[in-house]
């Protein structure tokens, strides 16, 4: 029982975990992976890396704010890319935009077992929680990525821009920009994430024969456009829309329908950005006709 009724003192960094909040970019990041090892905090198993607009401020938690440091974060890139290769700094790109509320522990738990293990193909190695979590996180980012590259519809505006509306699960707008700039040289478009409040633009008018233009970061589009963006559709759009919900419903066999397949190949959280999935006021159109 003595033991129990025991005394003991502790220092308060002993039972409260570390926190560095980083600013809510890959440099920001960084950044702060090079002030965990610049005050050798990396051996503190409570450290935690925390961006600062997801940090709930806590009473006993004690939280050390980052600015960015380009030069800093610079050192840090290039010593992981000495470390990882071309591959694993893709996993740690692709990692830290999942925006998931640990990703910023992981990933520096992972940058450290790299750091202590210089000789090792840390990557390969699934024993390791922190890596078996971030090469799943990859996996659901490369999904994301394959569907908005897929599932993106582009609607035909007043303005001669071909504009399309997302609101992926993940930050992969950085990651599908090439894949749209590659396609569509002959053409403005443009593709606004929704949920983050921002898109990317591409000016065909900047672009040479040999090569596409550089795309636009664009930020703050008019929130009645993004809630009805019929009322800016061209007249071809209108009727591109017409023609395609017709063809959608006409190709449709009605005994092979399966719900289930279909929502596993083509999940439902994408539909209300897919003309085919829309049904306008005026649904003659879509009567068969055979």
């Not at 290039?78 to 692709?94: P, V």
């Not at 040289?185 to 550089?214: C, E, L, M, N, V």
């Not at 800016?232 to 829309?241: F, G, K, L, P, T």
Request: charge should be neutral.
């Amino acid at each position: 029982m003595s033991v129990l009724v025991q005394n003991k003192t502790y220092s308060i960094g002993q039972v409260t975990p570390s926190i560095v909040l980083y600013e809510p970019s890959f440099e920001g990041w960084l950044s702060a992976v090079y002030h965990a090892y610049e005050h050798k905090l990396q051996h503190d198993s409570a450290l935690q890396l925390i961006a600062q607009d997801c940090y709930v401020p806590s009473l006993i938690a004690q939280a050390t704010s980052v600015a960015t440091d380009e030069d800093k974060a610079e050192r840090v890139l290039t010593k992981l890319n000495k470390l990882l290769g071309r591959s694993g700094m893709r996993n740690i790109l692709w990692g830290f935009l999942s925006e998931k509320d640990n990703i910023g522990t992981t990933l520096f738990q992972v940058v450290k077992y790299a750091i202590d293990y210089p000789s090792r193909s840390i990557m390969q190695d699934l024993g390791n929680l922190d890596v078996l979590e971030l090469v799943q996180t990859v996996k659901s980012v490369g999904r994301e990525k394959h569907r908005m590259e897929a599932f993106v519809r582009f609607e035909h505006t007043t303005d001669d821009i071909y504009f399309a509306r997302v609101e992926p699960d993940f930050n992969v707008l950085p990651l599908i920009g090439e894949h749209f700039r590659q396609r569509y040289q002959d053409q403005h478009w443009a593709i606004y994430d929704i949920s983050r409040g921002f898109g990317i633009y591409y000016d065909k008018s900047q672009s040479t024969p040999s090569r596409p233009a550089t795309l636009q970061t664009i930020t703050d589009l008019d929130d009645a456009v993004l809630r009805n963006p019929a009322s800016i559709h061209s007249e071809d759009e209108q009727r591109y829309q017409k023609f395609w919900q017709g063809y959608f419903t006409n190709v449709n066999i009605k005994e092979r329908k399966n719900p289930r397949l279909h929502k596993q190949y083509l999940p439902q959280r994408y539909w209300k950005y897919l003309s085919e999935k829309q049904v306008l006021p005026n649904a003659e159109h879509l009567q068969k006709r055979r």
